[in-house]
């Protein structure tokens, strides 16, 4: 499938020929190599830059997907201002914690396989299928995983049959869960599920959503040292994405630095948070 500077200019007859609707079944077929689970394995444990704390929260028109903006390699900040949180397609989003590298080249690879599958079928899979696809990624990624580059993804969308929004969570060897209302994942989820399972209600408004994981982002970052938090000083703020009806919408810079400092304002007062009702 190499390119020929001899050739009259013409696709390789791989690319002409009818077959699979899935992208990764295609380079499978043609170009195996290039696959991230078809690579050499390293030798021994390598030290890479991971990503750390995603979070998500659904609410009655969509879903939230949020996450913060620490890379680490071992105790040290890798990358203070990386980005976590990717639209996959017009109505879903994946955000990524784990191996970096390898995370951000499997969103690349998990956009084209949607947009492939569209092409060729002339419609879209259901967020069920989107979720489907994504397990058998990262189950091809097992073997660099056992290595100690895993890649753990949160994926959400809008479920047009539905019409509500949904989240998947995944496990190393892409078992995949449906978790209902909100989700975590990354080295400071368990603060942050813990925050949000405090503050979460079914019938929360976008805007409040939007608050609830930025709320719960802080926590992680209150008590996990890789989850970094609203950093002010260089305008570095978490990323927020809503998806709903109208599909994906990143909020700007400017919305996420006031959420932000209205979030850190207010844990000025409050330094461990707003608390949840009282039985």
């Known amino acids: 499938m190499e390119a020929n500077p001899r050739s009259t200019g013409r696709l390789p007859a791989a690319f002409l020929t009818p077959g699979s609707s899935s992208f990764m079944d295609f380079l499978s077929a043609h170009s195996p190599d290039v696959l991230p689970g078809n690579r050499k394995l390293p030798e021994g444990i390598v030290e890479a830059p991971h990503g750390t704390t995603i979070v998500a929260a659904t609410f009655p028109g969509g879903v939230v997907l949020a996450g913060d903006r620490r890379a680490t390699m071992g105790n040290m900040i890798a990358q203070r201002d990386i980005e976590k949180v990717f639209p996959a397609d ?38 069920e299928g989107k979720a489907n696809r994504l397990s058998t990624m990262i189950r091809g990624n097992l073997g660099m995983a056992m290595q100690g580059l895993a890649v753990v993804p949160l994926f959400a969308g809008w479920d047009e049959g539905k019409e509500k929004g949904r989240i998947f969570s995944y496990d190393v060897t892409g078992g995949r869960s449906e978790e209902h209302g909100f989700a975590a994942t990354g080295s400071g989820s368990i603060f942050a599920r813990g925050s949000m399972k405090k503050l979460y209600r079914d019938d929360l408004t976008e805007q409040q959503a939007t608050t609830l994981v930025v709320q719960a982002l802080y926590d992680a970052a ?44 207010r844990r000025l007062e409050q330094p461990d948070g707003p608390r949840a009702a009282l039985l």
């Open 90 to 127: 017009e109505y879903s989003a994946v955000g990524i914690a784990g191996t970096a590298g390898l995370a951000v080249e499997m969103v690349k690879l998990f956009q084209l396989e949607l947009e492939h599958f569209e092409k060729v079928e002339g419609a879209t899979l259901s967020l």
């Open 222 to 265: 209150d008590d996990d040292s890789a989850t970094g938090g609203p950093d002010m000083a260089r305008r570095i703020f978490p990323i927020v994405t809503v998806i709903t009806d109208e599909g994906f919408r990143r909020l700007t810079e400017a919305e996420s630095s006031d959420l932000a400092r209205s979030v850190t304002e």
